[in-house]
Nanobody, 120 residues
Framework: QVQLVESGGGLVQAGGSLRLSCAAS??????MGWFRQAPGKEREFVAG????????MYLGSVKDRFTISRDSAKSTVALQMNSLNVEDTAIYYC???????????????WGQGTQVTVSS
């Protein structure tokens, strides 16, 4: 089974930046993306990228601030998060899907999550 491991979370001031990384074991060739879940809220899709990384999609509220990218050689996907605000505070989860069309709503594999906390 493919395993996903997230890293890069932490505490950052509002207006700052963080870069999350998701490493997939076994050089997985899969559409991948990021979800997040804030306390008391539903998990929501944040960003996704196809294979090999030509097409991306984003949650509307992060479109102008976050960038998802793929390092194909290392089977890693990064999420560059700029201009962070308190509303971005959440646990961020990496995810992968068997098919690109299922990534946003029904991913097959989940990482363990990494905490992102934005302070004012």
């Amino acid at each position: 089974q493919v395993q996903l491991v997230e890293s890069g979370g932490g505490l950052v001031q509002a207006g700052g930046s963080l870069r999350l990384s998701c490493a997939a074991s076994g050089r997985a060739v899969l559409p991948m993306g990021w979800f997040r879940q804030a306390p008391g809220k539903e998990r929501e899709f944040v960003a996704g990228i196809d294979w090999p990384g030509s097409n991306t999609m984003y949650l509307g509220s992060v479109k102008d601030r976050f960038t998802i990218s793929r390092d194909s050689a290392k089977s890693t996907v990064a999420l560059q998060m700029n201009s962070l605000n308190v509303e971005d505070t959440a646990i961020y989860y990496c995810a992968a899907a068997r098919l690109l069309g299922l990534l946003r709503t029904k991913p097959d594999i989940w990482g363990q999550g990494t905490q992102v906390t934005v302070s004012s």
